[in-house]
């Protein structure tokens, strides 16, 4: 198991006895509004702490590991994407300057705009794309990363059905095929149904 949870409390949004998240597959959280799955995320890399239980990641308790590290392992995408840098480029770049990796090239970055069906030039002001495009720059920079768990909270969420469908199976089969584990919050039964390898439940 890559996640293992066990009695974990907080606050009165998460209660859950015992879960367990597989590696190498693509696990998709569903459920109602507020039943706490955007928190149950934020907890598996540390940005949340349990007031109860213990979070386990490869059999090692989260309270154990540098929040930091586990970070660069563990990378979340949040519901509303925030920009790291001035332009395209910087932006895609910032998640490799975090990670400590050397930058990427000028064509591993034109792919990887192409992966997520962004078509916008690197020279292009990032605070100038709409909010789906944003949410498609930045699974473009965690692409980069190459992490070994992604953690995405609705990264589709301003996408028509149709782009949706394509961004997400562009981007899965490219960070499956770098090893990654995805865990992921999303409102899409198309999504869910099509590629969750793994679907949790999350009830109020």
Request: proline letters at 4%; a negative charge.
């Amino acid at each position: 198991m890559l996640f293992q949870i066990e009695n974990v409390i907080y606050k009165n949004i998460v209660s859950i006895d015992h879960m367990e998240i597989s590696a190498n597959r693509t696990t998709c959280l569903i459920g109602e509004s507020g039943a706490g799955k955007s928190t149950l995320l934020k907890l598996l890399n540390k940005m949340n702490l349990p007031d109860e239980g213990t979070i386990y990641y490869n059999e090692t308790p989260l309270q154990e590991m540098d929040s930091v590290k586990l970070r660069r392992e563990v990378v979340m995408i949040s519901q509303t994407p925030l920009l790291f840098g001035e332009t395209v480029e910087e932006d895609l770049q910032k998640g490799l300057i975090f990670s400590e990796k050397p930058p990427a090239s000028r064509e591993e970055l034109m792919r990887t705009l192409e992966i997520v069906k962004l078509d916008k030039p690197l020279d292009g002001l990032a605070e100038r794309l709409s909010g789906g495009e944003r949410q498609r720059l930045s699974l473009g920079r965690v692409l980069l990363m190459k992490p070994p768990v992604y953690l995405l909270d609705e990264p589709t969420s301003a996408l028509d059905e149709e782009t949706e469908i394509e961004v997400m199976r562009s981007f899965i089969e490219t960070a499956k095929g770098h090893g990654g584990t995805i865990i992921m919050v999303t409102h899409s039964t198309n999504v869910a149904e099509q590629y969750g390898e793994e679907i949790i439940t999350i009830s109020k």
